[in-house]
């Protein structure tokens, strides 16, 4: 079946959707290097490769009705073509003029030494573009934005021309006139592009068939039959994802036998009645879903997601303890070391005296320290295990794993979390955290193989950040400012985006900011350097005296964007702003106001470096709102969402067609379709091979997990 549905026959050649592009005739190595800049390497990605915007060229407008700066289709009899040399170096300026008896047009190439010979007066041309009032020539308006032009056989009467013109993305050396045939050819001679989607999902949601579909969004007729094609291709864009992800948490669940926690006992109530504050409402609620979920024989597989300080960590802390308790080990995978040193801090101090062993597992260890390491987790002589992606490499074998945890899991991917849940013999709970805000449709598709629970609710005391956009005329001003507030026995951040100068960047380095800063206004005040070229003892040897107070300003890179708690932190000055996206910021800002202060506020200040008119809006987000899931939104929707699950799920498929802040409806339609499809085994086997196929080539070792 498989090969039914992803073949076609094409020019008289058979061939596969994922054949080489050079499989087709008339591209070879050269195209093929200009296609390669667009990512087209396969007859799949030339298909897929849509039109970024369509010219409805259908309204032919008469000259006579024509006004500046507006774009309109104009067909007409060529009057007159010359052409001159505008320069020394050989431009040329090619000037015709077209009249369809109510008017003349002035239409101008520049550098088209092969069409003169083909404008032949008296010859129709059918031309798109933007009219301007003429300077000079025979008639008022005229064109040089062309857009689009034809020209037309005597006999012709431009109905053909009156079209909805796919535009494409290119590059040099392609044009538009070259997607355009060739993909005509290709769905034109393919007696292939058979339906994928059942004739019950097809019936039930009123779809337009996959063929027509994929025609009608390169050559529209109506405006209508292009709005039905994308409706059509962006639901099974949305319906293999999430029947995807619904198949590989049924398959987790089928395979392996998962662990029966029981009940909260007196370790887990001792560690709870003994924490220093008491949880939020938010907290007891994530809490209590995930300690349910551990007490079925199904293993849990749970997203645990929360704005930044709301305390996702201390939850996790006691699902481990819930492990423990039950006679399993523990697993916590974070990102970078400077997380997993903060995690394993705070659990030694707030399980110190109960008898519980935590071990600490990074690359930066020695091979003996590693091995001993290794050791004590095979013989179950450590109950919780926090660590980086050393976590997950050959020679570490748990004894008894009952809980694998995965910290800011969008740094992770899809087989990272697979590999760390297949290091114990029963399969393991899950839970992922995030501290990344994620829309909830987002949540719906990237996350479909995950229960979710929500931290919105802030700990009680915690002041939110007030943030603040600024120019460099004010640099002065905000670093006097910030030295005032370190006097009075506070802490503060500066973060740059870079770590040293590079000649072919103007933003401003930590190293240069460290050297001015530290010799400058901060002069006489002990001042850090923390980035990611600093080995490991070195960066915990700075990070050990700032967290101590005996560093007050921690110059740094994004090394420091999660897991830093320095409770007397107040405030962040962030160097060109503008060289982060708005997750990054909300992430880095999250650093401060940690602690609980009466005297003042924490503070983020954002500079410019200088040029950010075009960043201006999503800034100015930063400076009005200090809620994540606000942020989120407006992240997603400044930046589009065609490349998101990249950058939040690694391996998944980019979407091609699908927009989940517009097609909410469709996402929701496909989810119950996708469910449907999971939960009937007639209705799963009919469309499974198609479905292995795509998990196997368009997901990135996704059925790793």
């Not at 709005?227 to 962006?234: C, S």
């Not at 370790?267 to 220093?276: N, R």
């Not at 962040?572 to 880095?588: C, D, P």
């Given at each position: 079946?498989?090969?039914?549905?992803?073949?076609?026959?094409?020019?008289?050649k058979?061939?596969?959707?994922?054949?080489?592009?050079?499989s087709?005739?008339?591209?070879?190595?050269?195209?093929?290097?200009?296609?390669?800049?667009?990512g087209?390497?396969?007859?799949?990605?030339?298909?897929?490769?849509?039109?970024?915007?369509?010219?409805?060229?259908?309204?032919?407008?008469?000259?006579?009705?024509?006004?500046?700066?507006?774009?309109?289709?104009?067909?007409?009899?060529?009057?007159?073509?010359?052409?001159?040399?505008?320069?020394?170096?050989?431009?040329?300026?090619?000037?015709?003029?077209?009249?369809?008896?109510?008017?003349?047009?002035?239409?101008?190439?520049?550098?088209?030494?092969?069409?003169k010979?083909?404008?032949?007066?008296?010859?129709?041309?059918?031309?798109?573009?933007?009219?301007?009032?003429a300077?000079g020539?025979?008639?008022s308006?005229?064109?040089?934005?062309?857009?689009?032009?034809?020209?037309?056989?005597?006999?012709d009467?431009?109905?053909?021309?009156?079209?909805?013109?796919?535009?494409?993305?290119?590059?040099?050396?392609?044009?538009?006139?070259?997607?355009?045939?060739t993909?005509?050819?290709?769905?034109?001679?393919?007696?292939?592009?058979?339906?994928?989607?059942?004739?019950?999902?097809?019936?039930r949601?009123?779809?337009?068939?996959?063929?027509?579909?994929?025609?009608?969004?390169?050559?529209?007729?109506?405006?209508?039959?292009?709005?039905?094609?994308?409706?059509?291709l962006?639901?099974?864009e949305?319906?293999f994802?999430?029947?995807?992800?619904?198949?590989?948490?049924?398959r987790?669940?089928?395979?392996?036998?998962?662990?029966?926690?029981?009940?909260?006992?007196?370790?887990?109530?001792?560690?709870?009645?003994?924490?220093?504050f008491?949880?939020?409402?938010?907290?007891?609620?994530?809490?209590?879903?995930?300690?349910?979920?551990?007490?079925?024989?199904?293993?849990?597989?749970?997203?645990l997601?929360?704005?930044?300080?709301?305390?996702?960590?201390?939850?996790?802390?006691?699902a481990?303890?819930?492990?423990?308790?039950?006679?399993?080990q523990?697993?916590?995978?974070?990102?970078?070391?400077?997380?997993?040193h903060?995690?394993?801090?705070?659990?030694?101090?707030?399980?110190?005296?109960?008898?519980?062993r935590?071990?600490?597992?990074?690359?930066?260890?020695?091979?003996?320290?590693?091995?001993?390491?290794?050791?004590?987790?095979?013989?179950?002589?450590?109950?919780?295990?926090?660590?980086?992606?050393?976590?997950?490499?050959?020679?570490?074998?748990?004894?008894?794993?009952?809980l694998?945890?995965t910290?800011?899991?969008?740094?992770?991917?899809?087989?990272?979390r697979?590999?760390?849940?297949?290091?114990?013999?029963?399969?393991?709970?899950?839970?992922?955290?995030?501290?990344?805000?994620?829309?909830?449709?987002?949540?719906?598709?990237?996350?479909?193989?995950?229960?979710?629970?929500?931290?919105?609710?802030?700990?009680?005391?915690?002041?939110?950040?007030r943030?603040?956009?600024?120019?460099?005329?004010?640099?002065?001003?905000?670093?006097?400012?910030?030295?005032?507030?370190?006097?009075?026995?506070?802490?503060?951040?500066?973060?740059?985006?870079?770590?040293?100068?590079?000649?072919?960047s103007?933003?401003?380095?930590?190293?240069e900011?460290?050297?001015?800063?530290?010799?400058?206004?901060?002069?006489?005040?002990?001042?850090?350097?923390?980035?990611?070229?600093?080995?490991?003892?070195?960066?915990?040897?700075?990070?050990?005296?700032?967290?101590?107070?005996?560093?007050?300003?921690?110059?740094?890179?994004?090394?420091?964007?999660?897991?830093?708690?320095?409770?007397?932190?107040?405030?962040?000055?962030?160097?060109?702003?503008?060289?982060?996206?708005?997750?990054?910021?909300?992430?880095?800002?999250?650093?401060?106001?940690?602690?609980v202060?009466?005297?003042?506020?924490?503070?983020?200040?954002?500079?410019?470096?200088?040029?950010?008119?075009?960043?201006?809006?999503?800034?100015?987000?930063?400076?009005?709102?200090?809620?994540?899931?606000?942020?989120?939104?407006?992240?997603?929707r400044?930046?589009?969402?065609?490349?998101?699950?990249?950058?939040?799920?690694?391996?998944?498929?980019?979407?091609?067609?699908?927009?989940?802040?517009?097609?909410?409806?469709?996402?929701?339609?496909?989810?119950?379709?996708?469910?449907?499809t999971?939960?009937?085994?007639?209705?799963?086997?009919?469309?499974?091979p198609?479905?292995?196929?795509?998990?196997?080539?368009?997901?990135?070792?996704?059925t790793?997990?």
């Amino acid at each position: 079946m498989v090969n039914l549905v992803l073949d076609i026959i094409c020019w008289g050649k058979y061939m596969k959707l994922d054949d080489s592009i050079t499989s087709l005739a008339g591209i070879g190595p050269k195209k093929a290097q200009y296609l390669d800049r667009l990512g087209i390497h396969t007859i799949y990605d030339f298909i897929t490769h849509f039109p970024r915007g369509y010219e409805d060229n259908r309204l032919v407008t008469p000259i006579a009705d024509l006004e500046a700066g507006e774009i309109y289709t104009v067909l007409g009899k060529i009057l007159y073509v010359n052409e001159r040399k505008a320069n020394r170096r050989g431009m040329t300026i090619l000037n015709a003029g077209i009249s369809d008896g109510t008017g003349i047009l002035g239409i101008t190439w520049f550098n088209n030494k092969y069409l003169k010979a083909k404008l032949k007066i008296g010859r129709k041309l059918f031309v798109t573009g933007k009219a301007a009032y003429a300077y000079g020539g025979q008639g008022s308006f005229e064109m040089s934005q062309l857009r689009s032009f034809q020209l037309l056989e005597d006999n012709d009467d431009g109905a053909g021309a009156c079209r909805i013109v796919p535009i494409y993305p290119a590059t040099a050396g392609l044009n538009q006139k070259f997607f355009s045939d060739t993909v005509k050819k290709i769905l034109s001679d393919s007696q292939g592009l058979e339906e994928l989607l059942p004739d019950w999902i097809i019936r039930r949601n009123s779809l337009m068939g996959r063929r027509d579909a994929y025609w009608h969004m390169h050559f529209p007729e109506t405006m209508e039959l292009l709005a039905e094609a994308k409706k059509r291709l962006a639901f099974e864009e949305l319906y293999f994802i999430q029947c995807g992800l619904m198949l590989l948490k049924k398959r987790t669940v089928e395979a392996n036998k998962g662990i029966c926690h029981k009940v909260n006992g007196a370790l887990v109530h001792k560690i709870e009645q003994s924490l220093p504050f008491k949880l939020t409402g938010d907290q007891m609620k994530a809490w209590h879903e995930i300690s349910n979920d551990m007490e079925r024989v199904t293993p849990m597989r749970r997203l645990l997601q929360g704005d930044v300080g709301s305390g996702k960590t201390v939850v996790a802390l006691l699902a481990l303890i819930k492990t423990v308790e039950n006679g399993f080990q523990g697993a916590l995978m974070a990102p970078t070391e400077i997380l997993a040193h903060q995690h394993y801090d705070a659990f030694t101090e707030l399980l110190d005296g109960t008898g519980i062993r935590v071990g600490f597992l990074t690359g930066s260890l020695s091979k003996k320290k590693r091995g001993a390491v290794y050791e004590s987790i095979s013989r179950h002589e450590l109950d919780i295990v926090i660590g980086t992606h050393a976590l997950i490499q050959d020679g570490v074998s748990f004894a008894s794993l009952g809980l694998v945890i995965t910290d800011e899991q969008h740094r992770f991917g899809i087989s990272q979390r697979a590999m760390l849940e297949k290091l114990g013999d029963a399969a393991p709970d899950v839970l992922v955290m995030t501290a990344t805000p994620i829309p909830r449709t987002m949540t719906l598709t990237i996350y479909g193989d995950l229960d979710v629970s929500l931290i919105r609710e802030m700990p009680p005391g915690r002041k939110p950040v007030r943030t603040f956009l600024r120019g460099q005329e004010a640099r002065a001003n905000v670093y006097k400012y910030m030295r005032q507030q370190l006097e009075k026995g506070r802490q503060g951040y500066v973060v740059c985006p870079m770590i040293e100068m590079n000649e072919e960047s103007d933003a401003i380095s930590a190293e240069e900011v460290y050297e001015e800063l530290s010799t400058g206004i901060f002069a006489g005040m002990s001042c850090g350097l923390v980035h990611g070229k600093l080995s490991a003892a070195e960066k915990e040897t700075v990070m050990d005296a700032f967290h101590a107070g005996e560093i007050k300003l921690l110059v740094a890179t994004t090394v420091i964007e999660v897991g830093v708690n320095v409770p007397n932190a107040i405030m962040m000055v962030v160097e060109h702003a503008e060289r982060f996206g708005m997750a990054q910021l909300h992430q880095l800002r999250g650093r401060v106001g940690r602690g609980v202060y009466k005297d003042t506020e924490p503070y983020c200040v954002l500079i410019s470096g200088g040029r950010y008119g075009k960043y201006s809006e999503r800034l100015k987000i930063m400076e009005s709102t200090t809620d994540g899931f606000i942020l989120a939104e407006e992240d997603l929707r400044l930046r589009g969402p065609g490349q998101f699950f990249g950058s939040m799920q690694h391996g998944l498929p980019d979407l091609k067609v699908a927009n989940v802040l517009e097609d909410i409806d469709i996402l929701l339609k496909a989810r119950d379709a996708a469910i449907d499809t999971i939960n009937n085994p007639s209705a799963l086997a009919g469309v499974l091979p198609v479905l292995e196929y795509k998990l196997r080539n368009h997901f990135e070792k996704i059925t790793e997990s």
